[in-house]
């Protein structure tokens, strides 16, 4: 989301680096970008969870 910050490190949702989703077959797939970008690209730019239940997102800590 936006914050102060927004201008210094950009938007929270550029700084996710991993999914933990559920699939609706109820398959659990760890999401990276190197481990399948098709997806991992989809749900940054739609986090509608369309595409299963995200159950953990990583995101990367910066100081600041």
């Known amino acids: 989301g936006y914050s102060w910050k927004t201008n210094q490190f950009g938007l929270a949702i550029d700084t996710i680096v991993s999914f933990e989703l ?9 999401v990276t970008n190197d481990t399948n970008p098709d997806l991992f690209f989809a749900l940054r730019v739609s986090p ?3 595409f299963g239940e995200a159950l953990n997102a990583e995101h990367l800590s910066r100081a600041g």
């Open 22 to 30: 559920v699939l609706p077959s109820g398959d659990q797939l760890f």
């Open 48 to 50: 509608s969870l369309a």
